[in-house]
């Protein structure tokens, strides 16, 4: 391909971008496809020739679009959002053509230096602990997704707990975690990766509003002191997955602190409220935290991948990820005055994420972020009220935020088929959870894009899909 | 941002890779720039307002790109490539458009899909074992890099020598792996990571040709056994980051067999030479292997991140990562008829890279990927020809496919100096490593941009240096 067609084509690819996000509600949400029917339609052999790019774009729309859940629509409910937003796409078009690889300082300085210093702007912006700022003895480096976050503080609370010795010799499974019945299954996965096992994961009972109960965690932490185990590292959740319900971090940090476990605080979508004053109660505590993340690429209009990793001590990050290899030294390294993300994270080799969040907090401003924020736990707010207007609807937990989980006054079988047309219609697309053990759909309102006459549309879907389901003959007469 | 303020902004951020990418050789590789010199320039407090395009924009320009190692400049030599491509980039900038987050078949059908399906392309025009393909018993699946490939190599090994109890219960470090000196430090973080210790690791020495040895390897496991540890994985390496030397894959395969070791192979950077049949051989015994990966974000004009992961059983590496809540269940996943890449890899949530692949893929065709490697080698052979007509160098190493490592005949200090001296220039960049102890420089041709006279150039900037430090007098009277 030439400067030119490279022009001509980035141009029409921004034009198509530019259309496809102002008509993205056009496409069903949901695409009607089944398993294998992309690949279908794709040649079997692979391509000998350079093709033209048109006809490349053509199969695209031809064969790829139809079969796009579309995550930018402003009716998809479902899981968390991963929003983009134009900023952040022109700042992953940029970070593209540089094709940076920042792994050390020396092989991009710009780099390393603007992503620690987006992460100091957002230790302000949050009102996260000053420990967590690079100024401090801690810092933020950009990981792909909070699975990865939660892995790299499990290493580290590893690391740290067997006093040095987990790298060099291995770790015996003597150590124990801990974390809500809530907690995201990217706990489980990080323990498990680190050889500590799913059996040594303590699953600690919640309270009525989904949140982990302190005094039950305290006293899984002494059972399992007698029992000779050694617990290490404590997981709490800052707006759950299933529910958005929040751990107090206070009283969990204070027992951490007291038997000496690692802290990590899981906010990955609620952790954007705190850009409010008035919703930084959810991070009351923090401040005896060990580790924190959060991801922009959900609620704050940055492209995934982008979560804000922060820890207070840099070097028990560090001493748990680094490993030196001749061909990676050099001399900045070695002045000790650089910070090597390549130590920050799993992988060695990274992109140039810092340019997408930086070209996003300074279009926005904290001001647009605040007021996406806003809008967003208001239409929540509004929905929950329209649920409340209908008793064929309950809500299933506490609202929070931006997520209502709610479900009709019915049996699972019932509730599971509702979700299932509403989905079918290609009109919205919501997911689901259970809350104590009962089927539950979850609407979460993340996206840009949503306003309320689409989260209205949403509602007047509901009310007729329920109106269908409930007067059908019940499913053992069918 | 308004959908017409990100088309001009598209337009000219689109007009300006193309110019950056036309004219990358006018900056200097290495940016002289000192640690903090960026930071000091931006302001310390976070934006407040939204701030006009055009304002961010001339800052990036002004502070940011100043600070940029240019690893698309075609003087760029040193580690491996990181290379980006015009059909890349525009799969990057439609990947950020379309914002799919593709973490299970449902969430974007059409991810999933072009991803299996664009793997099994490469199993193709690389002539890989049929078991990696996914119409077989394996399958590909995209990771940022090949430190994650090897990671979820590790886990599976792991998972599949304790019979399946290391995730529930954690695992002993009796396990031990086998790389050879010159392998890549991501298998010792794996190994660390995975809770096995790095002193488990076991070096293997190397031949004169910097291979494995593989009667080594097989001593060193029975030594093993015979000590009540359990030999568990071994990583053979395709083309070295030090040298690219290549590890012998059919006997190390055997070996594997015979003892019930998993095989992996890292062939980050040297896995493209397989387009060329001819370069088939570095692929001898690939039979045996259980995983495999290389990464075309190295040397086949695809955005970092791009590593391709191939695995020989797709059950044993979803039995090792394979975490299932409520929330993610669908009906498409428990229908068995669907990959859902979350179960091959750390992260949950993943991009929607395949499509830059596809676009990668399609607008060079294998014709075109092989005149690019064939090209590299050739510059590989010209410079070494040079080199070997200038008494005052010395090859450190065999030459393999576009990597040249060499020295002046002169002490560890004064190649240290000569090293600097050229990267100070700006001309170039060139990194180092050391062979059999000693201080050895690294030349590798992998940048699409690079042609004859670039490298033409860095020859003489090399024997101009050379002359210069030669003549100067000693270090000690200076």
């Known amino acids: 391909m030439k400067p030119d067609d490279f022009r001509a084509w980035g141009y029409r690819l921004v034009d198509w971008i530019a259309e496809y996000l102002e008509h993205v509600e056009r496409y069903p949400v949901l695409p009607a496809v089944q398993p294998g029917d992309i690949r279908a339609q794709l040649p079997r052999e692979p391509p000998q020739h350079p093709e033209p790019f048109d006809q490349i774009f053509a199969d695209f729309q031809k064969y790829i679009l139809p079969g796009i859940t579309h995550w930018q629509s402003p009716n998809f409910f479902a899981f968390f959002p991963a929003n983009n937003s134009y900023p952040s796409i022109l700042g992953e078009l940029l970070a593209a053509g540089l094709g940076v690889q920042g792994m050390l300082w020396q092989t991009s300085p710009a780099c390393t230096e603007l992503e620690t210093h987006v992460l100091d702007w957002l230790v302000d912006l949050l009102g996260l602990p000053e420990k967590f700022a690079s100024r401090s003895t801690g810092g933020g480096v950009i990981q792909d997704t909070a699975s990865s976050a939660t892995l790299c503080a499990v290493l580290a609370a590893r690391e740290q707990a067997s006093r040095g010795f987990s790298n060099a010799n291995g770790v015996v499974p003597r150590f124990t975690a801990y974390a809500s019945t809530e907690a995201h299954s990217s706990v489980e996965k990080a323990w498990r990766i ?33 029992a000779g185990w050694i617990p290490c590292f404590v997981c709490a959740t800052v707006g759950t997955t299933s529910t958005l319900a929040h751990d107090p971090l206070r009283p969990i940090g204070e027992i ?54 922060f820890v207070a001590d840099r070097q028990a990050l560090i001493r748990a990820l680094s490993v030196l290899p001749e061909y990676l030294r050099n001399p900045a390294s070695e002045s000790g005055q650089v910070i090597d993300y390549r130590d920050w994270q799993i992988p060695l080799g990274r992109r140039f994420r810092a340019l997408k969040l930086w070209f996003v907090l300074r279009s926005f401003g904290a001001e647009g972020l605040r007021t996406l924020v806003r809008r967003h736990v208001a239409l929540a707010r509004l929905f929950t009220d329209w649920l409340a207007s209908d008793p064929r609807f309950e809500l299933a937990a506490p609202v929070s935020l931006n997520l209502v989980c709610f479900r009709l006054r019915a ?39 949503t306003q309320e006459h689409h989260l209205r549309a949403a509602w007047q879907l509901l009310q007729q899909t329920a109106d269908q389901l409930l007067s059908s003959p019940p499913r053992s007469l069918q």
């Not at 899981?266 to 580790?291: K, N, Q, V």
């Not at 079988?413 to 299932?420: I, R, S």
Request: charged share 25%; hydrophobic share 40%.
């Open 194 to 226: 680190a050889g500590l096992g799913s059996a040594a994961l303590r699953r600690i009972p919640v309270d009525d509003r989904l949140a982990l109960r302190p005094e039950a965690l305290e006293a899984a932490i002494r059972t399992d002191r007698q």
């Open 256 to 309: 951490a602190r007291r038997y000496g476990l690692w802290l990590h605080v899981d906010a990955a979508m609620a952790g954007t409220a705190a850009i409010w004053p008035e919703f930084r109660y959810l991070h009351d505590g923090l401040e005896l935290a060990d580790s924190y993340c959060f991801n922009p690429h959900k609620w704050m209009g940055v492209n995934l991948d982008c979560d804000c990793f």
């Open 411 to 449: 049996d699972d079988a019932t509730n599971q088929t509702f979700l299932h047309r509403l989905n079918a219609s290609g009109r919205l697309y919501l997911t689901h959870t259970r809350v104590r053990e009962r089927f539950t759909l979850r609407l979460c309102i993340g996206n840009l894009r």
